[in-house]
């Protein structure tokens, strides 16, 4: 019996030593992949969808972010002017959450472009809106003070219309809350 208590003792305390273990060195790490991840949002998305920036600063708003917004960054140019606003929007499609850079150019109060980070949608058919060239060039130009709707001002995606109505809603819902957030309305 005293053999039994002194392996679960010795059992319990190897796992509470591992266990602490563990939740320290992702408590230490968590920061680094946090950072990393925004580097490659920064070069992947924002870049992509707001090219005439130079660098990206994360804007420094009063208040909560708009809902459907995880992170609002400005674009600027060389002389660290205000040249336009990236941010990432979080909608829901047929597959479950998707991703999306959306840039905005300040100077025509129009989109910059867009970009489907990640998705769920079905593979041949919904995922099409991360490279459907079609869809995807009916964002760069258009007004931000324009309807966004699918079947009206924007063409869907045969065979991904409920995909293409997730990405166009996502948009067309958060661009003005992310205006007003920066001050730009």
Do not use: C, W
Request: avoid cysteine; aromatic fraction near 6%; glycine fraction near 14%.
């Amino acid at each position: 019996m005293k053999n039994a208590i002194k392996l679960i003792l010795t059992l319990g305390l190897i796992a509470a030593i591992s266990g602490g273990g563990l939740g320290a060195f992702y408590s230490f790490t968590m920061p680094i992949v946090e950072a990393r991840q925004m580097e490659e949002m920064i070069s992947k998305g924002f870049k992509e969808v707001l090219p005439a920036a130079q660098r990206f600063q994360a804007v420094e708003a009063q208040g909560e972010l708009p809902a459907g917004v995880t992170q609002v960054y400005e674009g600027l140019d060389e002389n660290n002017r205000r040249i336009g606003i990236a941010y990432e929007a979080v909608g829901t499609g047929y597959g479950g959450e998707m991703k999306i850079a959306v840039g905005i150019d300040l100077s025509t109060n129009s989109l910059a472009g867009i970009k489907v980070l990640s998705h769920g949608e079905t593979p041949g058919l919904g995922s099409r809106i991360e490279t459907d060239e079609a869809f995807l060039s009916q964002f760069p130009g258009k007004p931000v003070g324009d309807p966004f709707a699918v079947g009206q001002d924007v063409d869907g995606i045969t065979g991904a219309t409920v995909s293409s109505v997730a990405v166009t809603a996502t948009v067309g819902t958060t661009v003005q809350q992310v205006l007003a957030y920066v001050g730009e309305e």
